[in-house]
C-alpha cells in the first residue's frame, strides 16, 4: 500500500496546526466578513464525506475477510463493546463528580429560555436506533452517508465471504483494490487540510459574529463551559493514555502525536464521521494498526463510541437542573449516568449532534427541555473539544483491540502448532 511519508505527513500536521491558529485569528478579527470563506471549508468537508462509503465498504470487508473465521469476529466485537461501554462511562462518571463539584448552572438566569426547533422534531427512541442499522434499501443508506447500516451490511457481507474460500479470492481482491485506492485519495485530500480547517474555523467563529461576541457568549457560561473542557482533559490527557499504555502497550505521547492529523481534523470539523477517513489513515499507516482491528473498531466507533459526548450530555443535563433549581438525586444522577451514555451511543458523528440526543437524558429525570436554550449559544465551540476526544477515544480502542486480537491469533497459532 503506498504510504504516505513521515515527513510529508508531519509537515501537513504543521500546516494543519498553523491554519486552525490563523483560522481563529481571521474569525476572531474580521467577524462576519469571514463566512465568504465558508465553500472553501465545505469543500474540504465534502471530499471527507465523498470517500466515507467506499473506504467503510471496502476496509471493512477486507478487514472482517481477513480474521479468517467468523468466531474470532464474536471475540472481536465483544472485547470492542466491553472498551466502548467502559471507557463511555468512566467519562460520564468524570463529568458527573465535576459538575457536582463545580456547581456551574447554580444562579443562572432561566428567562425566556425555548427549546430549539430541531431538538423537538426529533423523535428518538432505542428502537428507532436498532431498525435504523438494517436499511431497506443499502444504497439509500449510502446515499445520506448513513455509516451504520452499512457498518451491518459490509460485516454481513464479509462474513460471508470468508465462507466462500477460493470462489470468493477474486471479490475480495476487488474490495482490497478499492481500498488501496481510497486510502491514496484519503492522502491526497489531506494536503487540503491546513486550508480546509482554516475556513471551517474562520467561518464558524465569524457566523458567530467575531472575537468580541463570541467571548461575550462564552463569558456568560464560562463555568460551565470550564466544567466540560477539564472533564474531558481528565479523561482524554489522563484516563485514555493510561488505558492505552496499560492494556495497548503503546507510547500514549507517541501514539497521540501520530494520530494528530487525525485528532486536529476532529476539532476543526466538529464530525466524528468526516474524520473518519483520517483517523484510519492515520491510525493504520503511521501507528501500524492491523487492517483487521482499525477496519472494525474505527467506523463502529465513528458512530457508537463517544465518550466526549457522554461526558457533555452528563454535565449539560446536571447544569440544567441546577439552572432550574431542580435536586437531583443519587439515583436521579444514576438514572443521568445510564441515558447519558446512551445518548452518545445514539447521537451520529456530525456536528452538535449531542444536543439533539440530550432529549433523552432530559427526559428520563423530567428536566425542561427547554434547558437545552441555554447551551446553544456556545454548543459549537464546545462540540469541537468532545469530538477531538470522541476521535481519540476510538483510536485509543484501536490499539488495544489490535494488542488483544494479535495476542489471541497468536496463542491459537502456538496452540495450533502443538
Ligand atoms: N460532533 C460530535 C461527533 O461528531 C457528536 C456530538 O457530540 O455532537 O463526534
Not at 319 to 340: R, S
Amino acid at each position: 500500500m503506498s504510504t504516505l511519508n513521515r515527513r510529508a505527513s508531519n509537515i501537513i500536521l504543521a500546516g494543519i496546526i498553523i491554519g486552525m491558529i490563523a483560522g481563529g485569528l481571521c474569525g476572531w478579527f474580521f467577524g462576519e466578513r469571514m463566512v465568504s470563506v465558508k465553500w472553501v471549508g465545505d469543500l474540504f468537508l465534502n471530499a471527507l464525506k465523498m470517500v466515507i462509503v467506499p473506504l467503510i465498504v471496502a476496509s471493512m470487508i477486507v478487514g472482517i475477510s481477513s480474521l479468517g473465521d467468523l468466531r474470532k469476529l464474536g471475540r472481536t466485537g465483544a472485547w470492542t463493546l466491553v472498551y466502548f461501554l467502559s471507557t463511555s462511562g468512566i467519562s460520564v462518571i468524570i463529568g458527573i463528580i465535576l459538575v457536582n463539584i463545580i456547581r456551574p448552572g447554580v444562579g443562572m438566569s432561566i428567562a425566556g429560555m425555548e427549546a430549539p426547533e430541531t431538538v423537538l422534531s426529533k423523535e428518538l427512541s432505542l428502537t428507532s436506533v436498532i431498525l435504523g442499522m438494517i436499511p431497506e434499501n443499502i444504497f439509500d443508506a449510502a446515499a445520506r452517508n448513513d455509516v451504520l447500516p452499512l457498518i451491518v451490511f459490509s460485516l454481513f457481507f464479509g462474513g460471508i465471504l470468508t465462507t466462500l474460500g477460493e470462489r470468493g479470492r477474486p471479490v475480495l481482491a476487488f474490495f482490497e483494490a478499492v481500498n488501496d485506492v481510497v486510502m491514496k485519495m484519503v492522502h491526497l485530500i489531506m494536503y487540503f487540510a491546513p486550508l480546509g480547517v482554516f475556513a471551517l474555523i474562520a467561518y464558524r467563529l465569524g457566523k458567530a459574529g467575531g472575537g468580541g461576541l463570541f467571548w461575550m457568549e462564552l463569558a456568560k457560561l464560562l463555568k460551565y463551559a470550564l466544567t466540560v473542557i477539564t472533564g474531558l482533559l481528565i479523561h482524554g490527557v489522563f484516563v485514555l493514555p493510561i488505558i492505552l499504555w496499560v492494556l495497548g502497550r503503546r507510547n500514549p505521547a507517541r501514539y497521540a502525536f501520530n494520530m494528530g492529523n487525525a485528532l486536529t481534523t476532529a476539532f476543526s470539523t466538529a464530525s466524528s464521521s468526516a474524520t473518519l477517513p483520517l483517523t484510519m489513515e492515520c491510525a493504520e499507516e503511521k501507528n501500524s494498526v492491523s487492517n483487521r482491528a482499525a477496519s472494525f473498531v474505527l467506523p463502529l466507533g465513528a458512530t457508537v463510541n463517544m465518550d466526549g459526548t457522554a461526558l457533555y450530555e452528563a454535565v449539560a443535563a446536571i447544569f440544567i437542573a441546577q439552572a432550574y433549581g431542580v435536586p437531583l438525586a443519587f439515583p436521579q444522577q444514576g438514572d443521568i449516568f445510564i441515558t447519558a451514555t446512551l445518548a452518545a451511543i445514539g447521537a451520529a458523528g456530525i456536528p452538535e449532534a449531542g444536543l439533539v440526543t440530550m432529549v433523552i437524558v432530559l427526559k428520563s429525570v423530567g428536566l425542561p427541555l427547554e434547558g437545552i436554550g441555554l447551551l446553544l449559544s456556545i454548543d459549537w465551540f464546545l462540540d469541537r473539544f468532545r469530538t477531538t476526544v470522541n476521535v481519540w477515544g476510538d483510536s485509543v480502542g484501536a490499539a488495544i483491540i489490535d494488542r488483544l486480537e494479535s495476542g489471541y491469533s497468536s496463542s491459537t497459532t502456538a496452540a495450533d502448532h502443538t
